[in-house]
Each structure stands twice: as structure tokens, then as C-alpha cells.
T-cell receptor
Framework: TQLLEQSPQFLSIQEGENLTVYCNSS?????LQWYRQEPGEGPVLLVT?????EVKKLKRLTFQFGDARKDSSLHITAAQPGDTGLYLC???????????FGSGTRLQVQP | DTGVSQDPRHKITKRGQNVTFRCDPI?????LYWYRQTLGQGPEFLTY????????KSRLLSDRFSAERPKGSFSTLEIQRTEQGDSAMYLC?????????????FGPGTRLLVL
């Protein structure tokens, strides 16, 4: 069974600070997706990365897929209160359709 | 552009009752997934359909759970003889047959509370 470990589990920072969230596994994934989830709602897709070493930017968010496609990171620059939420990484195993999710990083950005 | 929709959004039931949830995927998405999410955890895969065929089921899907997608469009998830441990958020997702990284798009979920 593939596992994805996210760190940190909780993060409380001040507005304007930078942060990085990590998603690690011992297994290789064919692709990896990052979602943000608000309380009581479903996960909303932020980005999909497919190629080892791939870097994608979404405004102040930068996503990187590890060279070996076993890990990923999410970096937020100058965090804002609107970034508050649960960040989930999810990997897709080659040959399967089920996403394996990490347990999430709960981010709170204080104004 | 409509996303994945789920109904109902919330369901409270008594232990032992049956419940049924519905999911309408993004139109023309032929793949549909069900996940379950408990408090403080990431979603866990339950089952997957390609068109009307149920191609994969998790060991989490006990014999009290059944899912259908009769016409390859909407899907239903039924839980029979509910137990308190079934309390969770049930999430549906869909994806197109071909696409970048086979991205899955999630609905808002159905939150189930079994009393």
C-alpha cells in the first residue's frame, strides 16, 4: 500500500510570511495533485504535476514534483488570510485510478 | 460550466437505517470515483467506475455498501444497516478518459452522521 506523508500537519503563520509544505513517499507516482479544502466542502484542485522535476506556479503558489516522482512540495510566498485551509497532496499510482491522499496540512494565516 | 454535484449535502440517520447518496459528474467525464473522508484525515478511495462498469473496489467497501452507475452518467452509493462508524464525508469525483495526469475533480461531498 502506497503512503503519502505530509508535513507539517499544522501551520499557523502571520500574513506576509512564506511557507513550504512537503509531501513524501517511498513509492513512485505517475502524477501528483494538490488540493485545498475548506471545512464542509470537497477538495478543490490547485495543480497536477506529471513530469519528474516539474515546477508549476499559480500566482503566489509554487509546486514542485521531485525528480524521482516520489515527493512534492508546495511553497507559498507572502501568505494571505485567504490561503487558510487544508492542503492535501494526492498521488496516482501507475496502472491504477485511485488517488492516494496524504493526511493534509492545515494552514492558518493570521491577519 | 457545472462541476460535480452531490445530493444531499447533509444526512442524519439512525443506526440501522439505509441511506443513498447521488453524484452527478461533470458532463462527458466517463470516469467516476467515490471516496470517504473522516475527520482529520485525507480522503480514502472506495470505488471507481468507467462508464457503467465498476472496475475497482477498495477493501473499505464492505458488503453493506453498494454503488451503481446504471447509464454511465450519475452514480448512487447506498449504505445498508448504517453503523456509527459510517459517519464521514462521502466525496464523489470525476475525470475525463484522457487528460493531463488524469486529474480528478471533486464534488462538495455528502456529510453523513449516524446516530
Amino acid at each position: 500500500t502506497q503512503l503519502l506523508e505530509q508535513s507539517p500537519q499544522f501551520l499557523s503563520i502571520q500574513e506576509g510570511e512564506n511557507l513550504t509544505v512537503y509531501c513524501n513517499s517511498s513509492s513512485v507516482f505517475s502524477s501528483l495533485q494538490w488540493y485545498r479544502q475548506e471545512p464542509g466542502e470537497g477538495p478543490v484542485l490547485l495543480v497536477t504535476v506529471v513530469t519528474g522535476g516539474e515546477v508549476k506556479k499559480l500566482k503566489r503558489l509554487t509546486f514542485q514534483f521531485g525528480d524521482a516522482r516520489k515527493d512534492s512540495s508546495l511553497h507559498i510566498t507572502a501568505a494571505q488570510p485567504g490561503d487558510t485551509g487544508l492542503y492535501l497532496c494526492a498521488g496516482l499510482d501507475t496502472g491504477r485510478r485511485a488517488l492516494t491522499f496524504g493526511s493534509g496540512t492545515r494552514l492558518q494565516v493570521q491577519p | 460550466d457545472t462541476g460535480v454535484s452531490q445530493d444531499p449535502r447533509h444526512k442524519i440517520t439512525k443506526r440501522g437505517q439505509n441511506v443513498t447518496f447521488r453524484c452527478d459528474p461533470i458532463s462527458e467525464h466517463n470516469r467516476l470515483y467515490w471516496y470517504r473522508q473522516t475527520l482529520g484525515q485525507g480522503p480514502e478511495f472506495l470505488t471507481y467506475f468507467q462508464n457503467e462498469a465498476q472496475l475497482e473496489k477498495s477493501r473499505l467497501l464492505s458488503d453493506r455498501f453498494s454503488a451503481e452507475r446504471p447509464k454511465g452518467s450519475f452514480s448512487t452509493l447506498e449504505i445498508q444497516r448504517t453503523e456509527q462508524g459510517d459517519s464521514a464525508m462521502y466525496l464523489c469525483a470525476s475525470s475525463p478518459k484522457t487528460g493531463y495526469g488524469e486529474t480528478q475533480y471533486f464534488g462538495p461531498g455528502t456529510r453523513l452522521l449516524v446516530l
